[in-house]
T-cell receptor, first 116, second 118 residues
Framework: DSGVTQTPKHLITATGQRVTLRCSPRSGDLSVYWYQQSLDQGLQFLIQYYNGEERAKGNILERFSAQQFPDLHSELNLSSLELGDSALYFC???????????????FGPGTRLLVL | AQKVTQAQTEISVVEKEDVTLDCVYETRDTTYYLFWYKQPPSGELVFLIRRNSFDEQNEISGRYSWNFQKSTSSFNFTITASQVVDSAVYFCALRLLGSTSGTYKYIFGTGTRLKVLA
């Protein structure tokens, strides 16, 4: 058990809808990362937050947004969903920032999203 | 071009054999990071190692070792005395600074599926 929790585990929704994925980092970790894994695109980094602030962006679509709250949990919002958004969404946390020595990332179990 | 190639799609070994997973990357950037991740059949991702482009020291962690060679743009991963629990998909990744401030570009390889047979 990595100590990172993600809810829900599974989500089935329809095209055009909006969903929110939630991530609780390990106790004490300040960084949260979001990744997407799909059959078409493979693994992709979406975004990173550190202590409430966005610190790095990857291949995140404009239809997607994220935030990190004062209690350090993070939410990934996916809107105007398309079939191609079906994927496994992973959250990871680390004690420090990307590039720093405290960057060992601990991954949650993922949320499997199916858009019908 | 920026690319990560894991040419071995699938490898099968018998328990206790040593196995090396290849990772070749392409970038013109001088500053970058390389990663290895493991994804066992249960599906979760496990971070294994991060190496920056200025640190060519090889690393050993138990049965795992990594060989980083800038001259050949390779970051290979060796498992010594493999075990059934090592069966997983292993991903190599390259992280670069993005073109816009505050962005990163992660390039993941397509993964190598390792099957360790008892």
């Amino acid at each position: 058990d990595s100590g990172v929790t993600q809810t829900p585990k599974h989500l089935i929704t329809a095209t055009g809808q909006r969903v929110t994925l939630r991530c609780s980092p390990r106790s004490g970790d300040l960084s949260v990362y979001w990744y997407q894994q799909s059959l078409d695109q493979g693994l992709q980094f979406l975004i990173q937050y550190y202590n409430g602030e966005e610190r790095a962006k990857g291949n995140i679509l404009e239809r997607f947004s994220a935030q990190q709250f004062p209690d350090l949990h993070s939410e990934l919002n996916l809107s105007s969903l398309e079939l191609g958004d079906s994927a496994l969404y992973f959250c990871a946390s680390s004690p420090g920032l990307a590039g720093g020595f405290q960057e060992t990332q601990y991954f949650g179990p993922g949320t499997r999203l199916l858009v019908l | 071009a920026q690319k990560v190639t894991q040419a071995q799609t699938e490898i099968s070994v018998v328990e206790k054999e040593d196995v090396t997973l290849d990772c070749v990357y392409e970038t013109r950037d001088t500053t970058y990071y390389l990663f290895w991740y493991k994804q066992p059949p249960s599906g979760e991702l496990v971070f294994l190692i991060r190496r920056n482009s200025f640190d060519e020291q090889n690393e050993i962690s138990g049965r795992y070792s990594w060989n980083f060679q800038k001259s050949t743009s390779s970051f290979n991963f060796t498992i010594t005395a493999s075990q059934v629990v090592d069966s997983a998909v292993y991903f190599c990744a390259l992280r670069l600074l993005g073109s816009t401030s505050g962005t990163y570009k992660y390039i993941f390889g397509t993964g190598t599926r390792l099957k360790v047979l008892a």
